[in-house]
Structures are given as structure tokens and as C-alpha cells.
């Protein structure tokens, strides 16, 4: 039968697979001294992975044994071995990492904002109807590089707007200290004062 047939090659597959697991890879690095010693060369003067494994292309049209992309030649320095790229190129990188970290499960990860704050669909009704004073919006205006950066609050009534200056820090608790700096000299009236 047909259906029989097909259980037989997914176990086959499945028995193939696993061996294959089992059985350790000879890196490309490993096979290939030449290459290893051309990839090597340009790690040396602090040409990039992405930038190897395209001049590879490039200067070598004629094998395409060579051409590598620059996920193998980072497997080749941090998880290389003795036959594989030298571990002492990783000072050649541009991140300089010795190793490359795992990814931390999203479990483990600890949350960035430790006060829970209010989501904009979770604000009163009030809000949207824009009929009260004191109801702010707030965003973040950042220079070139991060290198200075502007806070601005607009009332959502009558479209007053103040600029929060942040010369040195605009994150967290100084960006939270200068607005409400900024907003401190705002009288709060109450329903009676209206």
C-alpha cells in the first residue's frame, strides 16, 4: 500500500538524521588551509566577517568553495576548535566579544520597567473627549547621535505646549525629574475652583 510506503521513508529519514547528528562536522576551515589562511589575514587587519565573505565573492568568482557567508566564518572563530579559525581573532572584531552569549530565555528576562504604567488604551474616557485641563501628552525629541535631546508636554485642551530641556541625560529618572520641573508651577484646581 501507498501509505505504508511513506512510514517506512519518514522512519529511514528520521534514522538517517539522527546519525547524521551524531557525526561530527569537519568545519570548512578544517578542510580547506588556504582559506583558513586567507580569512585569517583579513581578520588580522580588522576587516569585518560580512566584508570577508564578500570579497571572497568578489576576488575569487572562480571557486565557489570559498564563498562562505559571514555566519560561517563567525561559527569558524568562536566554535572553530584547533583546526578551525584562530580564537584570538575575536580581539579583531568589532564587537571585541571573546564569546558569543546565549540568548536568555523570555522567561528569564527580567522586565525593563519595574513601575507599571498606565497603556494609552487603558486611560479614562475623559481624556479622549479633551475637556479638561491637565491632561498631557509627552514625547522625546533626540539630536543627532543622541547627543542632546528635547522632552515636549502638550495639553490635550488647549494645546499648550512646554519644552522640557534635558542637557545631559534623557533617560529615566532624569528625563522624569525635568518634567516634573517643567510642569511644577501649574496651578491644580479641584471641581470648585472651575
Same mark, same amino acid.
Given at each position: 500500500?501507498?501509505?505504508?510506503?511513506?512510514?517506512?521513508?519518514?522512519?529511514?529519514?528520521?534514522? %538517517?538524521?539522527?546519525?547524521?547528528?551524531?557525526? !561530527? *562536522?569537519? @568545519?570548512?576551515?578544517? +578542510?580547506?588551509?588556504?582559506? /583558513?589562511?586567507?580569512?585569517?589575514?583579513?581578520?588580522?587587519?580588522?576587516?569585518?566577517?560580512?566584508?570577508?565573505?564578500?570579497?571572497?565573492?568578489?576576488?575569487?568568482?572562480?571557486?565557489?568553495?570559498?564563498?562562505?557567508?559571514?555566519?560561517?566564518?563567525?561559527?569558524?572563530?568562536?566554535?572553530?576548535?584547533?583546526?578551525?579559525?584562530? %580564537?584570538?581573532?575575536?580581539?579583531?572584531?568589532? !564587537? *571585541?566579544? @571573546?564569546?558569543?552569549? +546565549?540568548?536568555?530565555?523570555? /522567561?528569564?528576562?527580567?522586565?525593563?520597567?519595574?513601575?507599571?504604567?498606565?497603556?494609552?488604551?487603558?486611560?479614562?474616557?475623559?481624556?479622549?473627549?479633551?475637556?479638561?485641563?491637565?491632561?498631557?501628552?509627552?514625547?522625546?525629541?533626540?539630536?543627532?547621535?543622541?547627543?542632546?535631546?528635547?522632552?515636549?508636554?502638550?495639553?490635550?485642551?488647549?494645546?499648550?505646549?512646554?519644552?522640557?530641556?534635558?542637557?545631559?541625560?534623557?533617560?529615566?529618572?532624569?528625563?522624569?525629574?525635568?518634567?516634573?520641573?517643567?510642569?511644577?508651577?501649574?496651578?491644580?484646581?479641584?471641581?470648585?475652583?472651575?
Amino acid at each position: 500500500m501507498p501509505g505504508d510506503q511513506g512510514v517506512d521513508h519518514a522512519g529511514l529519514a528520521h534514522a %538517517r538524521s539522527r546519525e547524521q547528528g551524531r557525526s !561530527t *562536522r569537519v @568545519g570548512v576551515f578544517a +578542510r580547506d588551509e588556504q582559506l /583558513k589562511q586567507v580569512v585569517q589575514e583579513k581578520l588580522q587587519v580588522q576587516r569585518s566577517p560580512e566584508q570577508i565573505a564578500g570579497s571572497l565573492r568578489t576576488e575569487h568568482p572562480d571557486r565557489p568553495e570559498w564563498h562562505s557567508c559571514h555566519e560561517t566564518i563567525y561559527q569558524g572563530i568562536y566554535f572553530g576548535g584547533e583546526r578551525g579559525l584562530q %580564537r584570538e581573532l575575536t580581539r579583531n572584531l568589532r !564587537t *571585541r566579544w @571573546g564569546l558569543r552569549l +546565549r540568548r536568555r530565555r523570555v /522567561k528569564d528576562r527580567r522586565p525593563r520597567l519595574t513601575v507599571h504604567s498606565r497603556m494609552i488604551d487603558e486611560r479614562p474616557a475623559v481624556v479622549e473627549k479633551r475637556s479638561r485641563l491637565g491632561d498631557f501628552e509627552g514625547d522625546l525629541i533626540v539630536g543627532r547621535h543622541g547627543a542632546s535631546a528635547i522632552g515636549t508636554l502638550v495639553d490635550r485642551a488647549t494645546g499648550l505646549v512646554r519644552l522640557v530641556h534635558l542637557p545631559d541625560a534623557w533617560h529615566g529618572e532624569a528625563t522624569a525629574d525635568a518634567i516634573i520641573a517643567a510642569v511644577s508651577d501649574l496651578v491644580i484646581l479641584g471641581p470648585a475652583g472651575l
